[in-house]
């Protein structure tokens, strides 16, 4: 009976993860003066939440619900946001949860998630050289001259903060993730 329940609860609670997503993305707010446009969210917990209990391909699917509804959202970011939205966050969930998943303890969460934050943050160095002035139409060179100022604290900042909320969380529901949510052996 636990096998046939298994993929049901996965779903339910990725879904249940997507939704908390969405909604922290309406919390939203600048963290940088040199680039006020850049703002600090939070669904990035949850969908490090779905990578925890579920693994990379779950993480990927709630991210991508979050990053489409959040591109259509009223005051959303459209396809530049979704894009760069998969890519930062696509790169904080693969390289913390490789990390992670070789030792589940409280030191391989905190080292995951720095080295995590540090892999994100870099991905976004040439993702906003090649990507922005495209969609934003800004010369490469004022893009270049705002990475040290604006976007790498800000990157750095978010993914920081994210990775250490959701690995406290992750710490602290540990045994619930463990009982609830571990596939059965087949």
Same mark, same amino acid.
């Given at each position: 009976?636990?096998?046939?329940? !298994? #993929?049901?609860? *996965?779903?339910?609670?990725?879904?249940?993860?997507? *939704?908390?997503?969405?909604?922290?993305?309406?919390? /939203?707010? #600048?963290?940088?003066?040199?680039?006020?446009?850049? +703002?600090?969210?939070?669904?990035?917990?949850?969908?490090?939440?779905?990578?925890?209990?579920?693994?990379?391909?779950?993480?990927?699917?709630?991210?991508?619900?979050?990053?489409?509804?959040?591109?259509?959202?009223?005051?959303?970011?459209?396809?530049?946001?979704?894009?760069?939205?998969?890519?930062?966050?696509?790169?904080?969930?693969?390289?913390?949860?490789?990390?992670?998943?070789?030792?589940? /303890?409280?030191?391989?969460?905190?080292?995951?998630?720095?080295?995590?934050?540090?892999?994100?943050?870099? *991905?976004?160095?040439?993702?906003?050289?090649?990507?922005?002035?495209? !969609?934003?139409?800004?010369?490469?060179?004022?893009?270049?001259?705002?990475?040290?100022?604006?976007?790498?604290?800000?990157?750095?900042?978010?993914?920081?903060?994210?990775?250490?909320?959701?690995?406290?969380?992750?710490?602290?529901?540990?045994?619930?993730?463990?009982?609830?949510?571990?596939? #059965?052996? +087949?």
């Amino acid at each position: 009976m636990k096998n046939s329940i !298994f #993929p049901v609860r *996965a779903l339910s609670v990725q879904a249940m993860l997507a *939704a908390i997503g969405i909604l922290l993305t309406m919390f /939203n707010f #600048p963290i940088i003066a040199a680039a006020p446009f850049l +703002r600090m969210e939070f669904s990035d917990i949850p969908v490090l939440l779905a990578t925890a209990m579920f693994g990379i391909p779950s993480g990927l699917s709630v991210l991508f619900v979050v990053s489409v509804l959040q591109s259509i959202m009223p005051e959303g970011s459209g396809f530049y946001g979704f894009v760069m939205h998969m890519i930062s966050t696509g790169t904080l969930l693969v390289s913390w949860r490789c990390i992670y998943r070789i030792r589940k /303890n409280h030191s391989a969460a905190a080292l995951s998630g720095l080295v995590a934050t540090l892999f994100s943050a870099g *991905a976004m160095i040439p993702a906003n050289l090649i990507i922005t002035p495209i !969609f934003m139409g800004l010369p490469r060179k004022a893009v270049a001259d705002l990475l040290l100022p604006g976007i790498i604290p800000f990157n750095l900042i978010k993914a920081g903060v994210n990775t250490g909320l959701a690995a406290l969380l992750i710490v602290s529901l540990h045994k619930v993730i463990q009982r609830f949510f571990t596939p #059965p052996v +087949r």
